[in-house]
């Protein structure tokens, strides 16, 4: 019998506690998962290794941004250690960005840091074969638009990990793993328009790697992003277990969750 305990989410992050996008995306997670702005437990894997505890007890794991952490120059054993927990316990998990890079990583891939293949702003995506089979990807269409702001990028799928999306510059651009359902997006389906504004103005030396002169610029020729942000809500109606919520509790914290 399904328990009536509701899914307990758990965002984990690679930010400094000063780092103010660090904020934002807690925020844009809480929002497209449906719940407030302190719904939503989240870790720092700056602080260390995520307690196997918090993990264990999570249903659904988000992987988000770096902040100025990168998985080529800043690796460490603790976050290989989180990585291959979830990959042990097959906990549903997606990775947007840097968590697309660590669980690569992490997991038997190549990662490698080359400004020759860094993708700053909003790109075209379009899905491999696989992708368009997905449950999770497969409604997007053949192409779609989503924001992106990369340096370092993943040259090798780790072992058991299938293609789901490319741009015409990098070819790995999404992966999920074939026995497990595990999933990462080199790019940030949680983000829309309005938010890569406001994290561009965080770091003004990226904007002429979006091939934009100013804000403004990016602002006016932003596409609608909705299709992509879709992804998140697909993969949370498919493996949260129950559409009632229940907290998850971490050291000193406890946040009561509304992710279903």
């Given at each position: 019998m399904r328990s009536s305990r509701g899914p307990r989410c758990l965002l984990l992050q690679a930010r400094e506690a000063d780092d103010p996008m660090g904020a934002q995306e807690r925020r844009v997670f809480a929002r497209l998962l449906g719940v407030g702005r302190t719904g939503l437990t989240s870790f720092s894997l700056v602080e260390g290794p995520a307690p196997p505890d918090l993990l264990d007890a999570a249903d659904l794991v988000f992987?988000?941004?770096?902040?100025?952490?990168s998985v080529v120059r800043h690796w460490n054993d603790d976050v290989a250690r989180t990585m291959e927990r979830l990959h042990?316990?097959?906990?549903p998990t997606f990775g947007s960005c840097w968590g697309f890079q660590a669980l690569a990583r992490a997991l038997g891939g190549e990662v490698v840091q080359d400004p020759a293949f860094a993708e700053v702003g909003f790109r075209e995506f379009r899905l491999t074969e696989?992708?368009?089979r997905d449950p999770v990807f497969g409604s997007l269409g053949d192409r779609f638009p989503a924001v992106i702001g990369h340096e370092d990028t993943v040259t090798r799928l780790p072992p058991g990990a299938i293609r789901l999306a490319s741009t015409d510059l990098v070819p790995n651009q999404a992966f999920v793993f074939r026995d497990r359902p595990i999933y990462g997006t080199q790019f940030h389906p949680e983000l829309d328009g309005g938010d890569l504004v406001e994290r561009l103005a965080r770091y003004p030396r990226y904007i002429p790697l979006a091939g934009y002169r100013s804000l403004d610029e990016i602002a006016a020729a932003l596409p609608p992003l909705t299709d992509a942000a879709a992804l998140i809500h697909r993969f949370q109606r498919r493996f949260a277990p129950n559409p009632t919520p229940e907290p998850i509790s971490r050291p000193g914290e406890e946040e009561i969750l509304r992710c279903g």
């Open positions: 992987i988000g941004g770096s902040g100025d952490y042990d316990r097959a906990a696989a992708g368009a």
